[in-house]
């Protein structure tokens, strides 16, 4: 069974920095495109970041580019996102995906497994 957890998450001041972490176990996806999304109350999932297999290519939302660094480590299974300069509209549970098709990088709907998600709450 697969299995995304999800950890780093609380709560920080404007300004500060998080690392949210995202373990998978179950299966290896070290041949997969890993991502992160963002979801606050009221609003629609949206993309933050991705990584291809190799950790070779990232890409990033326009609002968190030059603050955020997706990464991988293939041998821990493991996909990590470093939060700094974090602003107030930054609030959101943040999931890590896994992308096993070849398209839809941005799209919600092109990731095939998901965490339960970490709240992460910046403070003014």
């Known amino acids: 069974q697969v299995q995304l957890v999800e950890s780093g998450g609380g709560l920080v001041q404007a300004g500060g920095s998080l690392k949210l972490s995202c373990a998978a176990s179950?299966?290896?996806?070290?041949?997969?495109?890993m991502g992160w999304f963002r979801q606050a109350p009221g609003k629609e999932r949206e993309f933050v970041a991705a990584?291809?297999?190799?950790?070779?290519?990232?890409y990033y939302a326009d609002s968190v580019k030059g603050r955020f660094t997706i990464s991988r480590d293939n041998a821990k299974n493991t996909v990590y996102l470093q939060m700094n300069s974090l602003k107030l509209e930054d609030t959101a549970g943040y999931y890590c995906a896994v992308r096993l098709r070849a398209s839809g990088r941005y799209d919600a709907r092109s990731y095939d497994y998901w965490g339960q998600g970490t709240q992460v709450t910046v403070s003014s």
């Open positions: 990584i291809n297999w190799s950790g070779g290519s990232t």
């Open positions: 179950g299966r290896t996806f070290s041949s997969n495109t």
